[in-house]
C-alpha cells in the first residue's frame, strides 16, 4: 500500500478525461501529459519513456513502436470499450494488462441500440416532425412501421455489448440469433457466416470491434443477403460498415433502413446519408450518460490504483 514515503508510479496520461479525473490521477500517481503534436509526443517518449508504468488511455494510437518506448510498461486503463487504436496483440506480446470500460457502458449501450432500432422500424423521427408541422389532422394516418418483435434480428458480435442487447430483445419478444469468430456457450443460435445470418434475418445489430477482420464486415454481399426489407443498427464502429455499398443500396432500393450512431470518417457524414430520411443518425452517443461515463472515467483510476497496490478514492475504510 502506498504510504506518504513512496515513490507515485509514473502514468501517461493519454486521454482527454475529466478534470476530476485528472486531479484524481495527480493524488494517487506521477502524471505524464503525452504532447497532441505527434513530433513532440515522439521526443517526449524518448525522454520519458522508460520510466512510464501505466497509460490512462481514450483515443490515442498506440502501435508497437509507440509500446517499444515505454519498456518499463505494465497497464494500459481505456475509458472506451472499442480498442481499435490500441495494437491489443503488440501490448499482450509484451505481458502487458489492458483493462477497458465494455462492462460499464454496455447496460446504455444496449440500450441506445434498441431504441435506434424502434426509432428506423417505427419511424419516429419523421413522426414526431409530422405532429410538430400541424399537418395531422390535415393528413390523418401516418404510414405503418415495421414491429421487431416479429423480427429475427442478428447480432454482430456478441460480447458484453451483444448479449446486454440480445437479452432486451428476447424481451421484445424477437428472435435472436448472432455471427462472431467463435460459439458462446449460450442459448442463442450461432452462425459462423454473416452472409448467412443476413439472409435468415430482417435485421443486423452490430456489435463487433473494429479489427482487420471486420473492417468493411458488412458489405454489399451482407446487406444484399439481409434484403430491400432489412435494417442495419450500427453501434460498433463505423468502418465496420462499408459506407459506400450501404449508400448505393438506399439509391437502389435495396434496404428498409439504417440507423447509425457510429461513422466510417466521424465526425465527416456522407451527405447521402443525412439527406435520406431512411436513416436514423445519432453522433456516436450510446454511451452517452452522465451515470455510464462518471463509471468509465472512475474505472480508468480505480484499475490503475488496483494495479499499483494504491488506495484508491473509491476505496473503503475498514477498521
Not at 25 to 53: C, M, Q, Y
Not at 165 to 177: M, N, W
Request: hydrophobic share 45%; glycine share 6%.
Amino acid at each position: 500500500m502506498q504510504t506518504a514515503d513512496t515513490v507515485k508510479p509514473i502514468v501517461l496520461n493519454a486521454a482527454d478525461l475529466p478534470e476530476w479525473t485528472n486531479a484524481e490521477l495527480k493524488a494517487l500517481f506521477t502524471v505524464l501529459d503525452l504532447p497532441r503534436n505527434p513530433a513532440a509526443a515522439t521526443s517526449f517518449l524518448k525522454e520519458h519513456g522508460p520510466a512510464i508504468r501505466g497509460i490512462a488511455l481514450r483515443k490515442t494510437k498506440i502501435d508497437a513502436a509507440f509500446l517499444d518506448a515505454v519498456p518499463s510498461l505494465e497497464i494500459i486503463s481505456s475509458y472506451s470499450a472499442g480498442l481499435d487504436n490500441l495494437d491489443v496483440e503488440a501490448a499482450k506480446a509484451r505481458g502487458i494488462r489492458i483493462e477497458n470500460t465494455s462492462h460499464i457502458l454496455a447496460e446504455d449501450v444496449a440500450n441506445a441500440a434498441v431504441g435506434l432500432a424502434l426509432a428506423v422500424t417505427r419511424d419516429f423521427v419523421y413522426a414526431d416532425a409530422f405532429v410538430r408541422s400541424g399537418v395531422w389532422p390535415e393528413q390523418g394516418q401516418y404510414p405503418l412501421g415495421r414491429s421487431i418483435s416479429r423480427m429475427n434480428v442478428g447480432i454482430v458480435g456478441l460480447g458484453t455489448i451483444g448479449s446486454a442487447i440480445a437479452k432486451r430483445l428476447h424481451a421484445f419478444g424477437s428472435k435472436v440469433a448472432y455471427f462472431g469468430p467463435t460459439r458462446k456457450p449460450v442459448d442463442i443460435p450461432y452462425y459462423d457466416n454473416v452472409v448467412r445470418l443476413a439472409h435468415d434475418c430482417d435485421m443486423l445489430i452490430l456489435t463487433c470491434p473494429l479489427s482487420p477482420a471486420t473492417h468493411h464486415l458488412v458489405n454489399a454481399a451482407v446487406i444484399d443477403a439481409l434484403g430491400p426489407r432489412g435494417f442495419i443498427v450500427n453501434i460498433s464502429r463505423g468502418p465496420v460498415v462499408d459506407e459506400t455499398a450501404l449508400i448505393a443500396a438506399f439509391a437502389a432500393n435495396r434496404i428498409a433502413g439504417a440507423a447509425l450512431d457510429v461513422f466510417e470518417h466521424e465526425p465527416a457524414v456522407p451527405q447521402a446519408l443525412i439527406r435520406d430520411r431512411r436513416v436514423v443518425l445519432t453522433p456516436h452517443i450510446g454511451s452517452a450518460t452522465e451515470e455510464t461515463r462518471r463509471s468509465m472515467a472512475e474505472n480508468v483510476v480505480d484499475t490503475l490504483a488496483t494495479h499499483f497496490g494504491i488506495a484508491g478514492p473509491r476505496d473503503k475504510l475498514s477498521y
